[in-house]
């Protein structure tokens, strides 16, 4: 419907209002409705600036948010959502180097490459903001108005996953040396090989752990983004809970 028809049937819709008020409280009430409908007629859209500002910060306070979360002490390993177990394939020898009294050993590896994620977690923020400032009206637009409630971590991951991984990756493997993961896993595969009746094994540790810290980031933004989109109250600024509405 176009704006001044619009209008002109609220209007309409006041007069006949109007003509029903009666008893006590009644047009208390009708000029409290009265008051809503003009606001609603008389709001203006978003412009772009403002979508663009409103999408910016809530990147900035989702990703911030995700950041922290992750980063702190347990954040990768005591969230079942994110925890980084092992890949697959090591999981079957795993079990094998348990039923050896060797499971204490494997925690410690599964333990080790959580806590190398959460000390590498911090290092995504410079990436973050730069796409962040990068961010075009149309970007912001197609994210605004997207179909799903993670429009915004979608976008995020396509422009800053291989950037992030670049980063990560010396960042992780440098943190999983000094958790010790990168020890006992060397320790446990020396060990798993002199099994008689197996396959040799051989795993890349570094660019695993890497691609799992990096997922568990990407799905708490998803979920910061979530609640910005759902939850009024996570709408922390005047700006949010303008553009998010």
């Not at 962040?132 to 108005?145: P, R």
Request: glycine letters at 4%; aromatic letters at 8%; a positive charge.
């Amino acid at each position: 419907m176009k704006r001044p028809v619009y209008i002109m049937v609220v209007a309409c819709a006041l007069l006949m209002l109007s003509a029903c008020v009666s008893g006590p409280g009644a047009e208390a009430d009708f000029m409290k409705k009265a008051k809503e409908m003009a606001a609603a007629v008389s709001e203006k859209p978003l412009d772009e600036k403002t979508i663009v500002a409103g999408l910016k910060e809530a990147l900035n306070v989702g990703t911030q948010k995700a950041v922290q979360k992750v980063s702190a002490a347990d954040g990768y390993f005591k969230n079942p959502k994110i925890k980084i177990p092992l890949p697959r394939d090591l999981q079957k020898w795993a079990d094998r180097l348990r039923k050896i009294g060797l499971g204490k050993k494997v925690d410690e590896l599964e333990l080790s490459m959580n806590r190398a994620a959460e000390q590498a977690a911090p290092k995504a923020k410079d990436i973050f903001v730069d796409a962040v400032k990068k961010m075009t009206i149309t970007d912001a637009k197609n994210i605004l108005y997207g179909k799903n409630t993670n429009e915004a971590t979608l976008f995020f991951e396509k422009h800053t996953r291989p950037s992030l991984f670049t980063l990560f990756f010396p960042v992780m493997k440098t943190a999983l040396d000094n958790v010790g993961a990168t020890k006992a896993y060397k320790y446990l595969l020396d060990r798993y090989n002199t099994l008689p009746l197996v396959e040799k094994k051989t795993y890349g540790l570094d660019a695993y752990a890497t691609d799992k810290a990096l997922d568990g980031l990407f799905y708490m933004i998803s979920q910061e983004e979530s609640l910005i989109r759902k939850d009024p109250a996570a709408r922390v600024t005047e700006l949010l809970k303008k553009v998010f509405k």
